[in-house]
Each structure stands twice: as C-alpha cells, then as structure tokens.
C-alpha cells in the first residue's frame, strides 16, 4: 500500500515537472517571438514595387515665336528725306509696288546744274562745228586740223558728261523710292515724313510672304537626336484664343555645344547653362495663311523606346553613385523563427527615362522587389520590413 502511493506521488511529481518545463518553454518561445516582433516593427519600413514589360513613352513640350523665315531691311542709302510713307504695318504688298517715296533738293538742283552745263558744251560744239566748216572753205588745212581736233575734243567731253548726267539720274531714280523686291507682308515702318532716312534705324522691313515663316527651338539633346531634317512635326499657333494645328516640317538640327551655349545663352547660369548646352537648336518651317509674326507656337513631341530585355522602373528607384546607378532590392530569407528580409544593392544599366519611369537595360529581373521608398535611408545587407 505505501509502495503503492510512494509511486502515484513519484508520477505527479514528473507530471507537474513535465507541465512546467512545457510551459517554461513556451514562454521563452513566446518572448522570443514578441522580442523578434518588437524588434521588426523598429526596422525601416519600405514600400516595393515590381518591374514592368512596355514601352519607354516619353513627351516633350516647348513653346517658341514665329518669325518670317525671309527678312529684309530696307532703306534709302543717300542723304535723302522722306517724301511719303505709302504702306503700313501688316500690310500685303506685291513685288515692285513702291513702299516709300523721298526728296532731295540738293540732289535734283546738281543734276539741273550738270544738264545745263552739258547744254553749254553741246552750244560750243556748234561753235566749233562753224569753225570747222569756214576752215574748209577757205582751204585753210592748217586751221582744218586744228578745227577738227577742237571738236574731238568737245565731243569727248560732252560724252563724259552725258554719262554723269545719265548716272545721277539713274541713281536719283532709285533714291527717289523703295519697292518691295518680292510679294511679302510689312512687318516694320521706322519711316517718318520729312525726317531724314535711316533716322530710326531701318526705313521699312518686309518678309517674303511665299517663304512663309519658321520657328527655332531648344530640344534636349535625348529627343533631338532622334529628329531628322525634312521630318514632319505636328505643332500649334495660338491665334485670337484659338489654337490652329499647323504641319510643320524640320528644316535645320545643330547641336548646341559649350561655345555656343555660351555664346546665344550667356545670361543662363547653373540648370539652365547645362539645359542649353545638351540640346539641340532646331529650326521648323510652317506655311498657313492665318499665322503672322510673333504668333506663340506650342510643340509637343512623343517617343517610344523598347529594349529586348528591358523593363520599366519608376524613376525615384534609381539612385546614383558617381557615374554609376544602381536600385535597392528586397530579398526575402528563411530564418527558424520565420522569413526576414534584407537589402541588397544591384548595379543597374539604363535606357532613356521620361522623369516617370526609366529603362532599366540590365542588373535585376522582373521577379526582383525594387524598393521605391523607405522610412529611413537605407544600406546594404541592412534588415527592413515591407
């Protein structure tokens, strides 16, 4: 009987003894997964986001002014005052119809002086024509050459003279007026009556109206350089409030290099010196017969780049470190308490970027977690939390 009840108090003491090692062990396990719990939520939270299959889009917009593709200045060359200004601003004029009229007095009075002096001369010839003829009749041979020599000479004379005359007529002629030298459309009157020519600067300008007009743009070089001459380009004109979609067409490309971006852009400083100087000066011709100068003209060119290989990453996943780039990924490890997740740093090849998204041409896979944000700046092999 006692041996009977020694080995029943034996049994509860190993039972009571098995319960409370298992409930020690599940506390620790307990507090082990509280303390890895508390430990993960102090750990950077980043948010990932997957690779994507597509084409690169990208769209560019720029604003310009138009102005005539063909410009003349045109003024009177002598000192010649303005008679009458026959034309104004805006207004269509035809090959050869005369703009402005001048006057000059001085002018005209020389030419009146040297007619009347070729009128004397041409009198004296007569003169010497009468000598010449009495020497012949009086058989005088002597006085016959003489005569004859006199009168050579009277007639070289009048011809130099003639010539003068006809030359300050001539050029009295195109002083006298301005006319347009090709159909076109005035875009500056300057000119003034009675004010001398030239006075503010020049008397008339005029664009050729079947040359149309054209309008020069910066571009970034990464969408220039895939531009060509002669490529059309839809743009539009803002006219009165409307805007008019007028073809354009590619007429010049020149890369804008250092010098010249110094040189045309010399006010720029800082992003926009580097803007100018990796773009590419692009000329576009237009022709429509509801545009004029100054018209503000809005251009917006779209690209798609596709690689083999490629994906598309948001931008703001893509870091730098000196020229090279690289992205953050999340890998997932198991671990005997349950999966963690580590940083890890992939070098990283790109294409194009439209600011959204980038091309990434090389260095991770569609399957990668590429992290886009995290709460704190990160490192590599450093533990986060998704």
Known sequence: MATELAEALDARKKRVIVWLSGLFIGLLLLLTLASNTLLTLHLPKVRTELGREGALVTTWRGTARLMPRQHVDLSNKGEWSISEVHVKEGDYVAKGQTLITYE?????????????????????????????????????????????????????????????????????????RIIAPFDGVVTVVNAIPQLPAGSGGPDISLMNAQQGYQFEILIPDDVGQKLRTEEKMNVEIEREGDRVPVEGIITEIHPMTGVDAGASYQERTGEEAYQAAASRRVVVKVQHPNIQTNDLVSVEITQSEKREGGMLVLSQAIHQEGRNSYVLVMEERSGPLGNTFIVRKAPVQLGGTNGQETLVLQGVYMKDRIIVESSEPLTEGQRVRG
């Open 104 to 176: 000059n007095s001085a002018a005209e009075q020389e030419i009146l002086d040297v007619q009347a002096g070729l009128a004397g001369q041409r009198l004296t010839l007569v003169d010497l024509q009468d000598e010449y003829i009495e020497a012949v009749q009086n058989g005088d041979e002597m006085q016959v050459r003489r005569s004859k020599r006199e009168l050579e000479r009277a007639q070289l004379a009048i011809d130099v003279q003639e010539r003068k005359v006809s030359t300050m007529q001539s050029e009295a002629s195109d002083r006298r």
